[in-house]
């Protein structure tokens, strides 16, 4: 186990450095001039060569990259173009609401979807199961910004039950947070469903049942558990996508996240906190992918890693 | 005994403890906003949701109206713009311009302290300039005080400033949302502190900044204009989303939201306890036409495509009668704006038609239209695409996002491969060399100004010199009228309208006001109480 988790942390290296690469042509290669946008849209030739050379856009880029490499090795990410703050503290100031939203809405998710997806499988084929498949057909299906403003419309607006948007108080994080679920959790409830009825008619099912077991223990202690694989690895990728910012629902809500960060960065073509963003977002999935097939060692006794 | 106290806690003293505190932190993080509510209404509280975040908050380096509209009610120019954009003192209680405008002096207001107690006077103006002036500073609005050659502290309450050469607009540049005055204490803490924490007289002291949450600002109470009452505590929230700003205003989580978009003035109007404030911008909106390459070199091709446009339909169909049609090449809230065209240019389908004939065009042409893709912008283009569709001129619509229509744009003549450009303009210094320099003069083109025209007319050019020469207003206003006239007649734009600025306000809420150079202006916002 060990040895494999060191061989997995050392292929993190190579993979970053490609990232960075990537990002960093990719990033140069979108048309868009970061002084042009910065100095403002009435801003003179002069104004706008001055806002360059305090950037060190004048640089080739090759030089350019070269420089980030030698301080990103060290942990500097240098300066965002658009405020002069360093980059981390940046990125720190915005990963927290992310991170506290993916937490929050995760969880409603994984708790919502294995219920309801729990539900259909064992009720296959009757009414509710019919229901709880419409509603998760809609969650799929329901944009989320529509949604969102759906929401804010019924309980902010009329209801003046929740905030409309921001991150002002402990129930802000209400209304994003069923949000950014609704479409994790329906995905989930399809996934926890059909994943179950595959095991439960295995003949392990059939053996437990015989000898007694009672349908409750034959439920949670032999299939759910098994059926909990693939359902890991979704819930793990659905999180990875939401740590990495949902651009939509921030915007709507106001919410300070990275997603907020990312949409404003690309408006200023905001070099240093776009490619510090990409990375943190490698390394969040390489991360959770490692925790992902680590879980299943811990689900599964025959999955064993060396 | 002594040893069993040495002991300290037992267990269940532990658990005790441990329960106690954890419903403890429970109860202040639930207690928080509601103890926050409670202190915001003791203190009186305004929140304000604008559509972006600030920059900076170091006026000379702000060129985006929302860091200026936040330096607003923080800092104090020696000049500043009333909500109609005229020119009002405020720490220079009087000025003197030379006839020949190169010396221009100030007499400061006295006994004004800033946020953290420095005294003002004529050296934190000197002080102020000569950091602006600086090119190695690098400031974003530096081109603004290139004109300046010396400044005199003639004494503490007097401050001259001589030019290199005339520059009649200067009063304008003085007027200018980045004309502010910094805390020289502050200054001292270099460009990385004043970015962050600014420090000036204004009516609002700054409190803290959250970036991406808010902006909050506290009522200055040794405000130099007495007698005022603004409300004590300004949160300024940066909302992107235009459905969620408007949502704020109707729930009652803003009292004043800029801007709100033409299609939902509806929703708002309806609404009980809030009312859309209306104010004419002094932004000019326009096609412009590349005036050095084909089919447009030709100025009867030209005002051909202006006759083409039903101005009016656009204001009723894409405006939603928020806008009337330009007039002059400047809109009518800019100083030394005068009418050229009563009603602006006429819609007239046959003159157009023959003009193209004439002009080489008899079956029309193809051309592209670049840019913006929001939504307002893309119908825009859809209208006028269909009404030059009506004249034989098939356009194709190229829309762009922001950043990459401004690299586009923004190249030299050489490798500019523009044709039509959809575009507006509002003068930052609510002046007409402003609102026509950077657009009309030959020694703006990209990627120099905005001249996206690629317009040149030796005698406009002149006109608009000669209008810097002087700060007369009575002379400035001739060469402004004539240049007006000339650009009007060779028509490198397809004029087509001044909008309104659209802004939401709660019931109960003064003094807070969208400004026609689409800043806003909450230095008098304060709530009756209702």
Known sequence: MLRFLGRRLWQIVPILFGVSLGAFAFLHAIPGDPARLLAGPDATLAEVQAVQARLG????????????????????????????????????????????????????????????????????????????????????????????????????????????GGMTQLQSVVLPGITLASA????????????????LGEDFVRTARAKGVTERRVLVRHTLRNALIPVVTLVGLEFGFLLGGAIVVETVFSWPGLGWLLVQSIDFRDYPVLTAEILLFSVEFLAINLIVDVLYAALDPRVVYR | MGTRKGKGLTRRQLLRHTAAGVAGAALSGIGGPWAWRALAQGAQTLTVALYADAISLDPFDSNDNLSLAVEREIFDGLLGFTPDMKIRPELATSWEASKDARSFTFHLRQGVKFHDGTPFNAAAVKMNFDRARDPNHKLKKFSLYEPIESIDVVNDATVRFMLHSPFGAMLYNFAHPSSRI??????????????????????????????GQQIELARNPDFWQSGRRQADRLVIRPVVEDASRVAMLLGGDAQFVYPVPGVQVDAVSKASGVTVQKRWSIYAFYVAMHCQHEPFR?????????????????????????????????????????????????????????????????????????????????????????????????????????????????????????????????????????????LFDGDSWPPTLFNLSFYKNAQVDELLKDGLSTAAPAERDKDYAEASRLIWADAPVIYLYNSQILAGVRTGTTGAYAMPDGTVDLRDAGLTGK
């Open chain 2, 182 to 211: 910094i805390s020289p204490a502050a200054l001292a803490k270099g460009e990385q502190y004043i970015a962050r924490n600014p420090v000036g007289t204004g009516p609002f002291k700054f409190v803290s900044w959250t970036p």
């Open chain 1, 57 to 164: 856009l004048d640089r080739p880029l090759p030089v350019q990259y070269g420089y980030f490499v030698r301080n990103a090795v060290v942990g500097d990410f240098g300066r965002s173009y658009r405020s002069g703050d360093p980059v981390s503290r940046v990125l720190a100031e915005h990963a927290g609401p992310t991170l506290e939203l993916s937490v929050i809405s995760t969880a409603l998710a994984v708790v919502a979807g294995m219920t309801l997806g729990t539900l259909q499988a064992v009720r296959r084929n009757t009414l509710p199961d019919y229901c709880s498949t419409v509603l998760s057909v809609a969650g799929i299906s329901t944009p989320s910004f529509f949604l969102g403003l759906v929401l804010i419309y019924v309980f902010s607006v009329n209801l003046h039950w929740l905030p409309t």
């Open chain 1, 184 to 199: 994790s959790a329906a995905v989930i409830a399809r996934f926890t469903r059909s994943s179950l009825l595959e095991v």
């Open chain 2, 298 to 438: 030709n100025v009867k091709v030209r005002q051909a495509l202006n006759y083409a446009v039903d101005k009016d339909a656009l204001d009723k169909v894409v405006l939603r009668g928020f806008g009337r049609p330009l007039d002059a090449p400047m809109a009518p809230g800019v100083a030394g704006y005068s009418q050229v065209q009563a009603g602006g240019w006429p819609y007239d389908v046959a003159k157009a038609k023959s003009l193209l004939a004439e002009g080489g065009f008899p079956k029309g042409f193809e051309t592209t239209l670049w840019m913006g893709n929001q939504t307002e912008t893309m119908r825009l283009g859809e209208t006028i695409q269909q009404m030059l569709g009506k004249v034989g001129v098939t356009v194709r619509l190229q829309p762009m996002e922001a950043a990459t229509l401004t690299a586009v744009r923004y190249k030299p003549i050489a490798e500019n491969q523009s044709q039509m450009n959809l575009a507006g303009w509002s003068p930052s210094t609510g002046d007409a060399d402003w609102a026509l320099r950077p």
